[in-house]
Structure formats: C-alpha cells, structure tokens
C-alpha cells in the first residue's frame, strides 16, 4: 500500500518487491490536473522525465522515476456515474480496493478483477492488469474515455472509437501522458459463488478447454514437481454481502494458511532451496477446499504478504495443454528449486498495438520465485520457453525483452511510436528503459 512517509526529494523509491530502486531528484503530490500540467511543463523546460509510480506493484521497471516521480495518490475517488452507459468516471490515482465499495453504492460493480487489489486504477488499465474469464478482457479493456496530461502539459479526452490513438491508449505504459481521469465500463452490481477444488492435473487438463467455458472464472494453481493443482471456480449470483464475522474469518484463515504458513515455508526453501521441491508437493497435498459467496470485489482479491519476484507470459490458447505438460516434465527432472505454484489464467484477446493477448483468446501463466532466492535463471528459462509457445510477457512483469524483440512481437509498434511522439515530442515520458525496450 502506497505510504508518503519517504515521499521527498532525493529519498530512495522503490517498487513492492524491492527489485527495483531509484532515487528521483523531484517528487510531486499533485491536487489537480493543473497541477499535473504544470510538473510536466516543468520537466520539457528542464529536460528531466517523469514517471508515474502508482501503487508501485510493477515487477519491471516500468514505474521506476529517472528524475521525477509523481504520486496520484491526491487524485483519488468516484466523479460521475452514468447508469444510462452504465459507465463510471474515476480520478486516476484510485486504488482498485477502493472502486468496488464506491460502485455498489450506485448498484455497479466492476466487469473482473484480478487477484491483487492494491494497484492504481491508472497504473492497471496502463499495464494491461487482468484478471481471469476466457470471455472477459483485461482492466484496459474496460475502458471507455482517457483523460490524461500529454508531454506538453495540455490535458486531453478522448474516447474510445475504432481508431490508432485508442488502440495506443489501450496499454500505453504511461508513455502517451499522465493519465488523470478513467472512464471504465461497469455492470449492475453481482455476487460470485467461489468453489476452490484440489484435482490431479491430468484430469485438469483433460478437462481444461470444456471448463473454462462452463465457468466465468476459473484458475489454476499447478505446483511444480506435484501431480495435484488448485482450481478456482466463480460464477455470477445475485448479489450477496458476505457478514462481517464470515469476512473476519476468511480473511485470519488466509493470513494463517496462504500467508503465514507459506511464509515459514519460503524461508526454509531460501534456506536449504533443494527442499523447494518436497515443499512444493506438502503445499499441493494440503490444498484447502473451500465454497463461498458474496459480492463480487470481496471474493476477487486475496492478500498477498509473501514477497515474490514474478515473471507472466500469454501465449495463444490452444497452446495452454501443451506448454503446461512441457513445464511439468521439466520441474519432474528438478532442474530448478521452485515452490512457489504457477498462476494460469486466461482471458479474451483484445485490441491494442501493446496489448500481449494480440487479438488472441489467451492463457497467462504466472512464475513466482520467492525474496532472497536466485530468480534469474529460472526466469531465463521461462523466457526461452515462452518464445516457443509465441508468448508476450505481461510488461509490469520481469522479462527479457530487447528492442528486436518487441518489433517483432508487436506488429503495429511503429504505429504506437508514432503516435507516442505526437504527444510527448519532448520525451517526457520516456525513460531510459523505455528507450532499450522500444527503440531500434
């Protein structure tokens, strides 16, 4: 959760991971857009650029400031719903936790979510955040209307339509301005009724391509090495208010096992790491089934306390059984000390010159190492194994991506670079690692 203890000038920044640290030479609270437009024309007169750091849940360093880091964290809450649209109008800097309790009081929820909360809704729809549902896109496809402050300090609307500038704003990175307002398409307020199963992966990949169907939402848990995987299975019920004693005890049950005892284990797997595998298969075989319902922000997220470095590809759907099996072979063997399970999710294909789905229905896989264990060679494997199933890492993840890379990833590239430059043509929002990931 984003705190302004450090926030001065010169104080060290970092990410939530602790993987990624800078130390900006400005920092900025902004009130209002004026006062957005008036840092950015700041930064163009003094050639410094400018980073947006939002909650700072990125495991790249695609928030990370050069020179100056503004926080939206001022910027915060609900200005307008329109029930007729079924459209919500939020200042950029609101934390996703925070939208779910201000839709429903007008009767309107959020169409998906992903599984962490903490997150800006600016730095989530910039990122391409998502959550799972074969039928469903990510946070950015939910948006109808961008209103940002482009590289010259002159604030902007724009509205959705069928055209290259909405395709650039879809997942922008921030490199087009500093996104101020967010206009998302809601739905009338639901419930979802949860139902978390423990099932061989075998049978789960026979039955993969049919349940993915039947159900809104569904996510695997596979742990490397084990025969066994966690599902997680949601559909959309009348809206159900869990009580208070039952949200008390949910949340001490998930402290206790998925944090606490996950914590103990982690921190022998970093002690001795080829206990990691034995881990993986205790963690698999004590897999809680559980059934629940309430509405539908309380049973999206979970928390998360363990700190993680992460790596997340999609690849094409019709590659999810395939890859999988490739990747149970390969942790069989114990090449790699993983205990930490893998996320597999899936979601629509979408629009989007940087979107990773590329029009593709698509199934993301998530590969977690816990703090303190070495990642990079296990994340370098992930990364030589992606290419082989045409996977496109989720840019707020670790990847190993270079310029050539992300030309021939991303076919329209040129034409968000171009645009890009229309509205930054002083590069404001261009930082050096941009630069290595963009430019030839």
């Known amino acids: ?27 900025y609270l902004p009130h209002s857009i004026d006062e957005v437009s008036a840092i950015v024309m700041h930064a163009c007169q003094s050639g410094k650029t400018i980073r947006v750091t939002g909650a700072a849940h990125s495991f790249s360093a695609v928030a990370m400031p050069e020179h100056i ?32 309790p201000m839709l429903a009081k007008h009767g309107f929820a959020l169409i998906n979510m992903g599984d962490i909360q903490e997150q800006t809704i600016a730095g989530a729809v910039s990122t391409g955040t998502h959550g799972t549902g074969v039928t469903l ?10 209103g940002f402050v482009d590289g010259t300090g002159t604030y902007q609307e724009y509205r959705r339509g069928m055209d290259d500038l909405s395709e650039a704003l879809h997942v922008s990175l921030g490199m087009l ?18 139902i978390g199963a423990r099932e061989t992966l075998t049978n789960g990949l026979s039955l993969f391509a049919e349940d993915i169907r039947q159900h809104r939402h569904v996510e695997w848990f596979y742990f490397p090495g084990s025969e066994t995987i966690q599902v997680k299975r949601m559909n959309a019920v009348a809206p159900v208010f869990q009580s208070e004693w039952n949200k008390r005890i949910e949340t001490l049950k998930l402290q206790i ?38 509405i539908s922000y309380e049973i999206y997220p979970s928390p998360r306390s363990v700190k993680f470095q992460e790596s997340e590809y999609a690849i094409p ?89 992300v030309h021939a990833l ?17 590069q404001v929002f261009f930082t050096g690692y941009l630069k290595k990931l963009f430019l030839l």
């Open 410 to 426: 991303y076919p329209e590239v040129e034409k968000f670079l171009s645009i890009r430059h229309q509205y930054d043509p002083e």
């Open 137 to 146: 896109g990510s946070l950015s496809s939910a948006v109808e209307a961008w």
């Open 1 to 27: 959760m984003f705190s302004i203890e450090n926030w001065r000038n010169g104080e060290k920044w970092t990410n939530w991971a602790g993987n990624v640290i800078s130390y900006p030479s400005e920092m």
């Open 317 to 405: 759907l019709p590659h999810f059984e395939a890859c999988l099996e490739e990747i149970h072979a390969t942790f069989k063997k114990g090449t790699f000390n993983v205990h930490f399970p893998l996320e597999c999710r899936t979601t629509a294909g979408e629009a989007g010159f940087l979107s990773p789905t590329q029009g593709r229905e698509s199934a993301f896989i998530a590969f977690h190492m816990y703090k303190g264990m070495a990642e990079e060679p296990y994340f370098k494997w992930v990364h030589t194994l992606m290419q082989k199933y045409e996977g496109r890492p989720h840019w707020g993840k670790q990847h190993h991506l270079t310029a050539q890379m």
């Open 69 to 100: 880091a503004i926080s939206l964290h001022n910027l915060r809450g609900l200005i307008a719903v329109n029930e007729e649209r079924q459209e919500a109008t939020l200042w950029a800097g609101t934390y996703l936790y925070e939208i779910g």
């Open 177 to 194: 301005g500093v996104l101020v307002k967010v206009t998302i398409k809601v739905m009338p307020l639901y419930g979802l009724h949860y």
């Open 257 to 294: 096992v998925e944090n606490g005892a996950f914590f103990a284990m982690s921190e022998l797997c970093k002690w001795k790491p080829r206990l990691s595998g034995a881990m993986s298969k205790i963690a698999a075989a004590n897999v809680v089934e559980s059934e629940k319902v309430g």
